[in-house]
């Protein structure tokens, strides 16, 4: 029988491996059938990423916020919730961090930059724990109160922009350098890449996130709750304030992926009309990583790699950059379609223990 | 002389384990055989190998005296072979009688003919002494007519070869009397039984022979008439059995628990406990006895926080405590064992580990300033995991990898060694075999030697019996009386459970 678990344990490993192994070939005949070279276009993702500086860059700065979105999701999956408001807690965050960066541009930089920092990360918590108080309280679904809150954040950050941060470009202002993680010395080592220091934000982020949960009497009480709420109420915690408080700190994360964007990447908040999708690739992020803090890392490391190597295929192999979007959404069935595989195996030896 | 069934070493084994290890089972016609033996000896495996469910490794089938193979379950009911599950296959919207004839209904011109259907039930439900109302629904029937429906469904395929796999675990004491009946009545008419169970009473109340089987292995096959009772449950777990007897002095003293003019509502707002009285002092174990549903749980509830009241007080150690917070009151000096283990005792993918300071974790030592000790916390797992002999590689198990009486042990291992002022056990020993429960009521009776205040709820007239030194029988949400164990015998507690009190008058 404990053979049997620890089997189950390293298929559980071994799932997202095969997954990117399956995503990548069956991407490789979808390229076969449509008549281009797919050694050509991996090799080209590869080689880009590897030995050309810019794009290893670029990949770099566009995991930051993937994975802080990514922990987003992994976090209140952990405690037992669905957060599917990571789109809309990282727009809110991404605005309050240059709004704070931009009203407050006289202080010194060792001030203004954690400043804006934490303002983004506060606001995403803020947009976290209102979907939490809603399920705390009232019982109301969290997914379905965290999709309507990306909505209102979606409006709402183009209201703010519009008449209180506005200049040409349907954008607010660039923010003070004074507040900006962005770094020549970094740009230079990339070749001019938008790559910035965001990456320790991210890399504490992980480790925030692995030593909240495993080591501290709250990530004890909130991975209870989100295993079995009943023993947990009658073990004595409270179930109500630990799903505030997951989708609060989840939304930390959220608001802090918004920040890096802001703070980091653009240097300031452009309306749009539609949503970033980092968010909703978190969610991806978090699937493919297990929602462990590693895996979300490494998860977040493919995907972008994938993205921005993917660049260079149509010039290299003449693959079009989409198809790296329906890898990834290959991957992501693989994954989701493994999940099944282990729940019937699951069922299955659960079935033979009795 | 042939048998009517006979299975002739069956070998079965599953990746890593072997459930069956060349078991021979003999089964004489008319007969109701007990096969006897601990949770996960291989009971369950060796009839799901008779039922078709399963195929042997090796081993061969003789149903009367002939060689049978068995595919599935269809062949086993060709060959007279019929499965009462512990778990019933019922479809609750249907009514008893589609239930019964479900997958070989009655035609007439090929349509579906359910008046020879209600007719079919009724004439079986009468030969056979099963009363139920063919043309009731099932969801509206209680479990021991359900349990009657699950008969005649095999009945009605003809079977003459009946499994009853542990049928008594989910009936009331009354129902299992009936049900003993109902054997009996069966074997008369010329059916053969085979029943599954570690219950040693039921045993001994009905059966002709058992085998018993340990650890997938046989161990014997006795006649029920030359054995005893101790004899077999040693039989069962391989070593001697105590029968664990609360045999230490009744001193009680001052009072830990006090509950008066307590009145608590389910989740439909229906007041389910009504003006209820009850203490509990330290030194004693106090039994609730009482027919599932009369307002056990929601009393448990409401003592431990989880449950508001209506009115009335609950004092714990002379400390007003109505309405407190769970974790106040754990603080407060309350042990809880729930009946429901796997929902509410454990947390099933935590390890034991983690399991063990489910009421704890924020406290010292197990935390220091808001940080887990993880090593503290692994020795102290450790050390209970030895001392209350939970059968696990490492602490570090997950709790859902652990055997029911293994999970129970976490359990009380966690609740006992906070040495709570006043334990609620609410059926403590559930679903466990005999070395388990032997277990768990030593445990309790060394609480109440070292004077602390046991309140035990259990559905098992004999678990009260033997435990309490008050009985308390609980009615339609009140204490309708307390007795003595020693002088009171289940006859007169089945009538107080039923709402007559002495001297002849209904409640």
């Not at chain 1, 202080?107 to 995403?124: F, M, T």
């Not at chain 2, 060709?78 to 499965?83: D, V």
């Amino acid at each position: 029988m404990s053979n049997l678990l620890k089997k189950v344990n390293w298929m559980t490993l071994l799932i997202p491996v095969i997954s990117v192994i399956l995503g990548l070939l069956c991407g490789a005949v979808i390229m076969l059938v449509i008549g281009y070279n797919p050694v050509l276009a991996y090799q080209s993702i590869v080689e880009s990423i590897f030995l050309q500086p810019y794009y290893g860059g670029e990949t770099i700065r566009a995991m930051i916020p993937l994975v802080l979105a990514g922990l987003a999701v992994a976090f209140s999956f952990r405690t037992g919730l669905f957060n599917i408001g990571v789109e809309g807690q990282l727009m809110v965050g991404w605005l309050a961090s240059v709004a704070c960066a931009i009203s407050l541009g006289h202080l010194p930089k060792i001030l203004l930059l954690p400043l804006s920092i934490v303002a983004g990360g506060a606001a995403g918590a803020l947009w976290g724990f209102i979907p939490g108080f809603l399920k705390a309280r009232f019982k109301v679904h969290e997914v379905i109160s965290t999709i309507m809150m990306n909505y209102i954040a979606l409006y709402t950050t183009a209201y703010l922009i519009k008449n209180f941060l506005y200049t040409e470009g349907e954008r607010t202002p660039t923010i003070p350098s004074a507040a900006s993680l962005a770094s020549p010395f970094l740009a230079n080592l990339t070749q001019g890449s938008r790559l910035h220091w965001g990456i320790i934000v991210a890399i504490i982020a992980v480790f925030a996130m692995w030593f909240l949960l495993w080591k501290t009497t709250k990530g004890y009480e909130l991975r209870s709750v989100g295993f079995s709420p009943d023993a947990s109420n009658y073990a004595g915690m409270s179930v109500a304030r630990n799903i505030m408080l997951s989708l609060t700190i989840s939304g930390i994360f959220a608001g802090l992926a918004g920040a890096m964007e802001g703070l980091g990447t653009y240097q300031y908040m452009t309306i749009s009309s539609a949503f970033t999708g980092i968010g909703f690739n978190g969610i991806a992020v978090a699937l493919l990583g297990l929602n462990t803090p590693i895996g979300v890392l490494l998860a977040g490391a493919l995907f972008s790699g994938l993205q921005n190597g993917g660049l260079t295929m149509q010039a290299n192999a003449g693959v079009p950059v989409e198809l790296v979007n329906i890898i990834i959404a290959l991957i992501i069935f693989f994954v989701g379609s493994s999940y099944a595989i282990k729940w019937a195996l699951s069922r299955f030896s659960r079935k033979g223990k009795k | 002389m042939s048998y009517a069934i006979e299975m002739r070493q069956i070998r079965k084994e599953f990746p890593g384990i072997v459930a069956n290890d060349n078991i021979t089972l003999q089964v004489e016609d008319g007969e109701i055989h007990a096969l006897f033996g601990e949770n996960g000896a291989g009971k369950s495996t060796l009839m799901n190998v008779l039922f078709g469910l399963y195929q042997p490794d090796r081993g061969e089938i003789y149903v009367h005296g002939e060689k049978a193979v068995i595919h599935d379950p269809n062949d086993a009911t060709r060959l007279g072979i019929g499965m009462v599950h512990q778990h019933f296959m019922l479809i609750d919207k249907f009514t008893v009688a589609e239930n019964i004839v479900l997958g070989r209904e009655p035609k007439k011109n090929g349509v579906l003919d359910m008046k020879e259907a209600v007719k079919v039930v009724r004439e079986l439900s009468e030969k056979y002494g099963l009363d139920v109302d063919p043309e009731k629904k099932v969801e509206e029937i209680t479990v021991g007519m359900q349990q009657r429906v699950e008969i005649l469904k095999t009945l009605y395929r003809g079977s003459d070869i009946l499994i009853f796999d542990e049928p008594t675990a989910v009936l009331t004491p009354i129902e299992i009397q009936e049900l003993i009946e109902i054997m009996k009545r069966l074997v008369h008419e010329g059916k053969s039984i085979i029943l599954i169970t570690h219950k040693l009473k039921e045993i001994f109340e009905c059966c002709d022979r058992a085998t018993v089987i340990r650890r997938g292995k046989n161990i014997d096959t006795v006649k029920i008439s030359d054995t005893n009772p101790t004899e077999l449950a040693s039989m069962m777990v391989g070593r001697k059995v105590h029968v664990q007897v609360n045999d230490a002095p009744y001193n009680p003293q001052g009072k830990v628990l006090e509950i008066e003019h307590l009145n608590v509502a389910d989740a439909r707002k229906v007041e389910v406990i009504k003006d209820l009285n009850l203490t509990v002092h330290g030194g004693e174990i106090l039994g609730i006895a009482g027919v599932d549903g009369n307002g056990q749980t929601e009393l448990i509830e409401a003592i431990a926080g989880l449950r508001k009241t209506k009115s009335g007080t609950i004092k714990l150690n002379n400390q007003d405590v109505t309405n407190q917070r769970t974790r106040k009151m754990i603080e407060a000096g309350l042990g809880y064992i729930p009946e429901d283990r796997q929902k509410h005792g454990l947390v099933l993918d935590f390890s034991i580990a983690e399991n063990m300071v489910l009421q704890t974790y924020y406290q010292k030592p197990y935390a220091q300033m808001g940080i887990l000790q993880n090593k503290v916390i692994a020795k102290k797992a450790k050390k209970l995991i030895q001392e209350f002999d939970v059968r696990t590689p490492s602490e570090k198990t997950h709790a859902r990898a652990l055997s029911g009486g293994n999970q129970q042990k976490v359990i009380v291992a966690r609740e006992v060694d906070r040495s709570p002022q006043l334990l609620i056990a609410a059926q403590p020993t559930r679903g466990l075999d005999v070395g388990a429960i032997e277990f768990i009521h030593g445990k309790l009776i060394e609480e109440k030697k070292k004077g602390k205040a046991v309140l035990l709820v259990s559905f098992e007239l004999d678990e009260i019996l033997h435990l309490s030194d008050r009985i308390a029988v609980i009615y339609e949400g009140y204490i309708i009386d307390i007795v003595s164990p020693k002088e009171t015998n289940e006859n007169e507690l089945g009538l107080l459970m039923a709402g007559r009190k002495k001297g002849g008058s209904e409640a």
